[in-house]
């Protein structure tokens, strides 16, 4: 690759690449090569953050606040919500270089007409170089060159949440230590979406695949907001062994622009999400990321209506697996201790009250 090049579509990256479009972006290409059913998209490298921030003067700008700061061990919250505003508003309030802006509007359009869609709706992700569950922003359903301009700026901007900055100080890593790449893949149209483990996070059972789901959008399983229904397939067979349909009461879903928490319609409330053909795709996709990646597997996938089974599986994501036995927790309540623990406490059912009607942001 090129010294001068910013910008990278999925199918030229690999695991190689993580440090420099960040995890989440060289995974996206690591299942792209493979030949599994990802969305179409591309990944913004750390080093286009990089040249943003020291073309615009944003860089020195942030250093010398950091080093105005005192000793931050022990602070309180607001104190990192204060940091986290003023750092944030400098790289969003700050103009985007003209040639930075082109190259990547250039690559949405190129997405735009590769799919064959004018304005084509994605999803704007951070990638870091180490894994931050939680920490860091997402936008999505976001259509046209200049929202996602827009949205590659907050992204950037998201290194900065009051969390992200309460963990590295409580790490000992500087304010400034972490520098996000940006992944935009065109956005699933999901009927259905969850999460997938390729093996038992609660007992570390690797002959079990765990599947979690619920109508809509992933963020409306990965929050931890809403009950869900789960299935536990057998790996070597791909039988269904257990199944437990929850009823069902919120789910997020795409609106215009962004997406949102819904009620989701009584009579869909108390069926399954999925069928068994799509369980049994979902666990065999993840079985052989398994295989493939030589580790337990940690997925996020969606199911799209526009496409007939089995090409109506798309995979959104890939990491390592983590277990923590520790106590009778379902795979989407570890997701959202992780997402929500050490930080401050979210009441989850307000929250979902508040964010309706407005962009949905993970």
């Known amino acids: 690759m090129g010294l001068t090049k910013f910008i990278f579509w999925f199918e030229e990256i690999g695991k190689e690449h993580n440090d420099l479009v960040g995890k989440k972006s060289a995974n996206l290409g690591v299942m792209t090569q493979m030949g599994m059913p990802v969305p179409l998209g591309f990944a913004i490298s750390i080093d286009a953050y990089k040249r943003f921030i020291h073309e615009t003067g944003v860089a020195e ?28 508003s400098m790289i969003e309030n700050q103009p985007m270089p003209q040639s930075l802006k082109t190259e990547i509007a250039s690559y949405y359009e190129q997405l735009c007409n590769r799919v064959g869609i004018p304005d084509v709706a994605v999803s704007v992700r951070s990638a870091g170089t180490a894994s931050r569950p939680g920490m860091f922003e997402t936008y999505l359903n976001i259509r046209g060159k200049d929202e996602v301009l827009d949205k590659v700026k907050k992204v950037w901007a998201s290194a900065f949440t009051p969390r992200a900055i309460a963990f590295r100080v409580s790490k000992g890593i500087p304010v400034d230590g972490d520098m996000l790449g940006v992944a935009v893949p065109k956005m699933v149209n999901a009927r259905a979406a969850g999460i997938g483990f390729t093996v038992d996070p609660v007992s570390g059972d690797s002959s079990k695949i765990v599947i979690e789901a619920n109508w809509g959008l992933g ?119 992780r997402l929500v623990s050490g930080f401050k406490q979210i009441d989850l059912s307000e929250a979902k009250d508040k964010m309706k009607g407005i962009e949905f942001r993970f």
Not at 68 to 88: C, M, Q, T
């Open 61 to 88: 700008k942030i250093a010398g606040y950091v080093g105005s700061l005192s000793e931050l061990k022990g602070e309180r919250v607001a104190r990192f919500e204060e940091i986290s505003r003023d750092i944030r």
């Open 219 to 337: 963020e409306g399983v990965v929050s931890g907001a809403e009950t869900v229904d789960r299935f536990v397939v057998d790996k070597p067979s791909l039988e269904i062994i257990e199944r437990a349909v929850a009823k069902k009461l919120k789910q997020v879903v795409s609106k215009e622009t962004g997406a949102v928490w819904e009620d989701i319609p009584p009579d869909m409330q108390p069926i399954p999400c999925l069928g068994d053909d799509e369980i049994k795709e979902v666990a065999r996709l993840a079985r052989i990321l398994e295989q493939r990646l030589e580790q337990p597997q940690d997925m996020e996938w969606a199911i799209d209506p526009d496409f007939p089974f089995p090409h109506n599986v798309f995979l959104l994501q890939t990491r390592p697996a983590k277990v923590a036995v520790k106590k009778p927790e379902s795979a989407s309540d570890q997701l959202a201790d």
